[in-house]
């Protein structure tokens, strides 16, 4: 009862406010977010007032989960989407490499678990089938390590080194090709500094022996 008292209040003080909002018209017709959001609104309240009320709190409980979602208005401190744009146009550039990335990623996974399977199908209890494998090539390759699915024989446990190893040193490839242009450009930056400042040193020490000359030869230069 208290439930419903509190829900046609609510509705009521809603649709006060509506009356009173200059522009009410436009105010609906033209705002989009009010309209989702006073939609969203009355649904909830009709929902709950459809529900018996037997002590039943399954239809409010849900709707209070809801409120997770106010985390999204993090979003809006990026109104413009000048960082989503940018993440965009960075995968789109690199589109080729991010799917040779993954497709080779994936081969790998495949690859190790079906091994792993096979050495480990009759002598560990917790891989006994492909799918047992397969999880524990998800966990091990993604360096979580769960730990509920480890190999137990001296082969399958090279298996998991060797698989690692390569995995971890296939994906520190992009970043340290990344880095390294860095290091390349800085480089070229000192080299090309020290050879103006070395260019710079011949042009004066020839600006001078040439003036020299001219005041050696030339008669009158010297004063002038």
């Not at 406010?17 to 609104?41: A, D, G, N, P």
């Not at 995968?91 to 080779?104: D, G, K, N, P, S």
């Amino acid at each position: 009862m208290n439930r419903t008292f509190y829900l046609i209040e609510f509705e009521r003080q809603m649709a006060q406010k509506l009356s009173t909002e200059q522009k009410s018209t436009e105010y609906l017709l033209f705002c989009i977010k009010t309209i989702i959001r006073h939609f969203v609104v009355i649904v909830a309240s009709v929902v709950i007032l459809a529900v018996d009320n037997d002590g039943n709190m399954f239809a409010a409980s849900a709707l209070r989960g809801l409120r997770f979602f106010q985390i999204l208005r993090m979003i809006r401190m990026d109104r413009r989407g000048g960082s989503f744009k940018l993440l965009a146009s960075v995968v789109w550039a690199h589109r080729q490499e991010l799917f040779t990335t993954v497709y080779i990623g994936f081969l790998c996974l495949i690859f190790t678990s079906f091994l792993i399977y096979l050495v480990e199908k009759n002598k560990n209890e917790k891989i006994q089938s492909y799918a047992d494998a397969l999880w524990w090539g998800v966990i091990t390759l993604c360096t979580v390590g769960y730990g509920d699915s480890v190999p137990e024989s001296g082969l399958g446990k090279i298996i998991t080194g060797c698989s690692c190893f390569v995995v971890i040193s296939f994906f520190a490839l992009p970043p340290v090709s990344n880095v390294a242009p860095i290091f390349w450009t800085t480089e070229e930056a000192v080299l090309h500094k020290r050879w103006r400042q070395q260019n710079r040193s011949t042009v004066e020490v020839s600006i001078l022996r040439a003036y020299f000359q001219i005041a050696l030869t030339v008669p009158g230069a010297q004063t002038s």
